[in-house]
């Protein structure tokens, strides 16, 4: 079967959802460590002796995030290797040409998976850091803005306490900057980095057992709603490794020995894949490809644009944020203005879908619960 990113993608949402979950542990300790006593004229005596007891509960919550953390990176994506392994093994059984078995034997995995597995515990581990730092960093931050808000009389301490958590909960842990130089949040840099390790770990496994079976091209299928940096790649022939550029060569007719056909190379697998192809949230599949046996596809009509999804995954981003700031609400009156919130845009996500016909995506919608 054809592979792309997406066959691993649930993977790293997987390993995306402990962070997610562990920041909104803490965004709830804190939440409750303020709330508590609040209204009290020592609140703030009481909130600076109570510190300690907070960093070491915040310190419980990042050790048990850094026992899960590695062995589940680890596991998506050596599960994610498999899974491109399996995917050339039945795409070759279907095209029932005599490679299977070449497929079948034994490759092996174990340094690909941990290359690949170590490079995301590198680019994680500052997260466990920073997640100590800022949530108390934002403690304290609120103590002293609560502390200070009455005597300036611009806010009760309740509002101005609100005030700062919603700033947190609004923007999550923050400051992890990718090659490129963007800034992301904690849940999307993480899920971001898995979804690259993932999906390079299932189409190399792929195109390795591809390699293995003799198979020296592979075809782009066409997604809808494809960005840019795709378009010039879709139902394009690729040699599966070598020189870049595209020209013509001549190859083996895919199931009759001897006669030559001439195949049109649009470059290499490794020359989109660096141009872009194949990148994380892809939806675009390669297969493997017979020349003077396989078609290409017939081009797709789209169910909306790419600016479409792109506004879809805006409004998704705004439901999951008010949901963390329902989390972070301090009374129920707060809570409901903000699930209301969270309505609104559910129901602007409904209307897209149906304008557009673009699938909704629920799983996206969602905050881990797995506190």
């Known amino acids: 079967m054809p592979v792309s990113p997406a066959l691993a993608e649930d993977l790293a949402a997987a390993v995306a959802d402990l962070y997610e979950a562990a920041a909104g542990t803490l965004t709830e300790q804190i939440t409750r460590a303020l709330a508590e006593g609040i209204d009290s004229p020592l609140w703030v005596e009481l909130k600076l002796a109570a510190l300690g007891n907070l960093q070491a509960a915040v310190d419980e919550v990042i050790a048990a995030l850094q026992a899960s953390a590695s062995g589940a990176i680890h596991a998506a994506v050596a599960e994610a290797y ?18 299977t078995a070449a497929a079948v034997s034994a490759l092996p995995t174990a340094p ?13 581990g500052p997260a ?36 700062a958590l919603d700033q947190f909960a609004d923007r999550g842990v923050t400051g992890f900057i990718d090659r490129s130089g963007r800034s992301w949040e904690l849940r999307s840099y993480v899920e971001m980095a898995m979804r690259s390790a993932v999906g390079r770990a299932a189409v190399e496994a792929h195109t390795d057992r591809l390699g293995a079976a003799g198979v020296d091209l592979v075809i782009v299928s066409q997604a809808p709603e494809e960005c840019r940096l795709c378009r010039p790649w879709e139902r394009k022939i690729l040699l599966r490794e070598g020189a870049s550029g595209a020209r013509d060569v001549e190859l083996e007719h895919g199931i009759e020995d001897g006669r030559m056909v001439t195949v049109h190379v649009a470059g290499s697998l490794p020359e989109a894949r660096s141009a872009g192809l194949m990148h994380p949230n892809c939806r675009h599949t390669v297969s493997a490809y017979l020349p003077g046996v396989t078609k290409t596809p017939e081009p797709q009509a789209s169910r909306g644009t790419y600016e479409d999804t792109q506004k879809q995954r805006y409004l998704e981003r705004q439901v999951r944020k008010w949901k963390r700031l ?29 304008e557009t016909g673009l699938p909704r995506k629920r799983h996206r919608e969602q905050l881990s619960t797995a506190r």
């Not at 920073?130 to 806010?155: E, H, N």
């Not at 609104?344 to 996500?349: E, N, S, V």
């Open 326 to 354: 329902t989390d972070a609400a301090m009374d129920d009156a707060t809570a409901k203005a903000r699930q209301a919130r969270v309505r609104a845009y559910q129901a602007r996500i409904r209307e897209l879908t149906a």
């Open 128 to 163: 466990h850091l920073r997640m100590l730092r800022q949530t108390m960093d934002v403690y304290r931050s609120v103590i002293a803005r609560a502390a200070a808000a009455p005597v300036l009389g611009a806010q009760t301490r309740r509002q101005a306490a609100q005030s």
């Open 82 to 99: 498999e899974r491109g392994q399996q995917a050339a093994v039945a795409e070759l059984g279907a095209l029932g040409v005599g490679q």
């Open 112 to 124: 690909v998976v941990d290359r690949l597995a170590a490079a995301v515990i590198a680019d994680t």
